[in-house]
């Protein structure tokens, strides 16, 4: 009598959220879908058939290009720099010096402030501006002799969208530190000791021992951080606003349909984004559950 | 804990101090630029610091500011403490009471994390409209449901650390499902609350996409003012830098005073932990 009330209570308690989350999630993918096969384009909805015409338009627009372009650059130099930067500092972080919940916690900062704050500072330390103008991360290059570092970030033809990948790694790269500290700490010291008892260099225990058996931290770190800048956005606009030189599909998905009220081709870029992150994500899902259930 | 400290370690300072000053550079800018007065501003003299402590920069970003810091907070409260009281739930049913298809409900709820959100935008913003439901209100609800898979896998985690016994026990001596959580599990969920409580505050304060998309300028918070703000040719960067510091100032101070738990939160983001 009372596990059947007991069912039906864990029922009853847990429904309120699949039901918020089947609705806002997949009906809301599917309703998506829906206005992406459709010529809606205005202020009132439009569902007539279009077929899968506002993907092969995009497919064929050279702004989707500038956007595919721009977030494979981002992609490679954020999650490249996050990785390595992490893994230096968390293998540093590892040696038991004094001060080291210091550090952590410093380099592990950024993480708590919005992409918006650090998008409005670092425009401002990569003002681009020239000769007398000179501010910023160039004001200080110059002021330490070190002019050749002076750049146009952000401003330059093609590769701008690495100088916004670079404040993203300001703000991530303490996030991959922790993850790779955390998968530190988890190797049994002894295989340390035994290495080096072997006679192994700092240098090799970390490459050759460690680094292959944080190989699942660096799967999270890459598809964590990869899926992330699939969808960045706010970082880009707070430095930058909307330019098409640093357009991602996240920016123009926002243009067309809220500034173009395209809303077929929105929904069209809106869905292509869903499957690049997919990709990613549910096979990262059903291995993380699955290794979960073996241990 | 590392205990093998060996003595030739201590260049190590040299790379982690030239890090710290980097993390540290833009926190700097902000926060000296802030104290000085408006006749010391020049990008000129940006890095150099002030000649004394003045204030006006920060009265001027108060000033401009303030409503959008309250309607912030007004959205924030109630979004991080409805989606965390909903996600202890989820996850306690989800780890301690299996039911036929509670394996597929787990990782069904888990893909909502990860979604980009412009791939239900247009129906979101049709929903809220036809339901009539619109700014803050409207922003907080979003918080809320976006807000679930995360606060679900968390509590899920740490309910299914603790052991099986525990309920069985509490079952032979006949509480109820609702008693075992109330009685035994609530007083002992604290410190996944306050990792929880931290992860959706500062999720929901640093949001910028639903906000953007969601509110009108009396409802902005901070970070669609801020933005704004910065975007306007009229603010100086000095007054941005200056509410640049009020719009982290939140989150900063949590992170200081509760940066174990945050890290925690963190951490399962990743699904790890």
Do not use: C
Request: zero cysteines; a positive charge; proline letters at 5%.
């Amino acid at each position: 009598m009372s596990r059947d009330k007991d069912r039906f209570l864990n029922i009853l308690l847990i429904s309120p959220s699949i039901l918020a989350v089947l609705i806002f999630v997949y009906v809301f993918i599917g309703w998506s879908v829906r206005v992406s096969l459709s010529k809606w384009k205005g202020l009132t909805a439009d569902y007539t058939w279009n077929g899968i015409n506002n993907y092969l338009e995009l497919f064929k627009d050279p702004r989707f290009h500038v956007d595919i372009r721009n977030t494979v650059i981002f992609t490679g130099v954020f999650v490249f720099g996050s990785i390595i930067l992490g893994f230096i500092l968390a293998v540093m972080l590892d040696q038991g010096l004094k001060g080291e919940g210091f550090f952590r916690s410093l380099f592990l900062f950024p993480m708590a402030i919005s992409y918006i704050v650090t998008g409005v500072v670092w425009r401002w330390l990569m003002n681009p501006a020239a000769g007398s103008r000179t501010s910023g991360f160039n004001l200080l290059f110059t002021n330490v002799g070190l002019d050749s570092l002076v750049n146009q970030w952000h401003t330059t033809p093609t590769w701008g969208i690495a100088a916004i990948a670079l404040a993203a790694i300001w703000q991530m790269s303490g996030y991959t530190m922790a993850l790779y500290l955390a998968g530190l700490r988890a190797i049994p010291l002894e295989l340390k000791e035994a290495a080096r008892i072997d006679g192994a260099s700092e240098f090799q225990i970390y490459r050759r021992i460690m680094l292959p058996l944080l190989s699942p931290v660096t799967l999270s770190a890459l598809i964590i951080l990869g899926h992330m800048s699939l969808k960045v956005f706010d970082l880009i606009i707070a430095i930058a606003g909307k330019q098409l030189p640093l357009d991602v599909p996240a920016i123009y998905m926002w243009q067309v349909t809220f500034d173009g009220l395209f809303y077929g081709k929105g929904a069209a870029i809106g869905i292509l984004l869903l499957i690049s992150v997919a990709v990613l994500i549910i096979p990262y899902i059903r291995y993380t559950l699955k290794t979960e259930a073996q241990s | 804990m590392n205990i093998n400290l060996r003595p030739g370690r201590h260049w190590l300072y040299i790379p982690l101090i030239a890090m710290a000053i980097f993390y540290l550079l833009p926190m700097y800018v902000i926060i000296i630029t802030g104290f000085k007065s408006f006749a010391e501003i020049d990008l000129k003299t940006m890095w150099d610091l002030p000649k004394g402590i003045a204030l006006d920069n920060y009265i001027e970003a108060w000033t401009k500011l303030s409503p959008s810091l309250r309607n912030s907070f007004l959205m924030v409260i109630p979004a991080t403490l409805i989606s965390s009281a909903l996600g202890s739930l989820n996850g306690y049913v989800l780890a301690k009471w299996k039911f036929r298809g509670s394996d597929l409900i787990f990782p069904f709820i888990l893909f909502g994390m990860f979604i980009p959100y412009q791939s239900i935008m247009i129906p979101l913003v049709q929903f809220m409209n036809g339901a009539g439901i619109s700014g803050l209100p409207g922003l907080a609800l979003a918080h809320i449901i976006y807000g679930i898979p995360i606060t679900t896998l968390t509590f899920r985690n740490y309910y299914a650390s603790l052991p099986q016994e525990l309920l069985e026990a509490a079952k032979m001596d006949g509480a109820t499902m609702l008693g075992i959580y109330r009685y035994i599990l609530l007083p002992i969920s604290l410190p996944s609350f306050v990792v929880v409580l931290i992860w959706q505050f500062t999720s929901a304060w640093n949001d910028f996409l639903f906000a953007v998309i969601l509110t009108g300028n009396r409802e902005w918070p901070i970070t669609v003012a801020l933005n704004n703000m910065a975007g306007s040719q009229i603010i100086s960067w000095n007054v941005q830098m200056a509410g640049s510091l009020l719009a982290a100032l939140p989150t900063l101070l949590v992170y200081i005073l509760l940066g174990r738990y945050f890290l925690r939160g963190l951490l399962a983001g990743s699904l790890k932990g």
